[in-house]
């Protein structure tokens, strides 16, 4: 049996994951919580890791193969030359051991000790505050004797 990502129709993601459990075919739809600021409100949402996409675990003979198609919230089975491009359990299984790692850590802490490691203030370590969004985050760095508040990107914080 082997690994195969299907794309699901917009915002069918569950829909299509429900299904395809109701015709007990192994599925992986790994979702990460995030956290939005919507109107004011925050709130915490649990979003897919790759938007439109789950993983299927299917032999090559397995008679589940002909239902996909016609599953409720599929589109279609991601492939190449008509044929079925196979994921590695590997990759998979690195998937969700990177997805429990960052379960058990929470993320980055509100108080952690962080480094920038791009853009004006390269170099400088800083305090995490919050994440801004899905790709910034606010974070406190000494500067001009005091503690200054800015917005960086995600990407320019290293523990």
């Known amino acids: 049996m082997s690994w195969y990502a299907v794309q699901y129709k917009p915002a069918q993601g569950d829909r299509a994951l429900a299904h395809l459990q109701n015709q007990e075919i192994p599925c992986f739809y790994p979702k990460v919580p995030v956290e939005r600021i919507k109107g004011g409100k925050r709130s915490q949402n649990l979003e897919p890791l790759f ?16 239902k996909l198609r016609s599953t409720r919230g599929v589109l279609r089975v991601v ?13 998979i299984q690195h998937i969700k051991d990177g997805l429990d790692k960052v379960a ?31 790709e910034r985050a606010i974070v406190f760095i000494n500067f001009m004797q005091k503690q200054q508040r800015i917005s960086v990107p995600v990407a320019a914080i290293k523990r």
């Open 104 to 134: 058990a850590q929470g993320g980055i802490q509100p108080g952690s000790q962080v480094q920038l490691t791009e853009g004006p203030f390269e170099g400088l370590n800083a305090i995490f505050q919050a994440y801004d969004g899905k």
């Open 79 to 91: 492939g190449f030359a008509n044929r079925p491009a196979k994921i590695s359990d590997e990759l």
């Open 51 to 66: 938007p439109g996409y789950l993983f299927v675990n299917l032999g090559q003979t397995d008679s589940a193969w002909s």
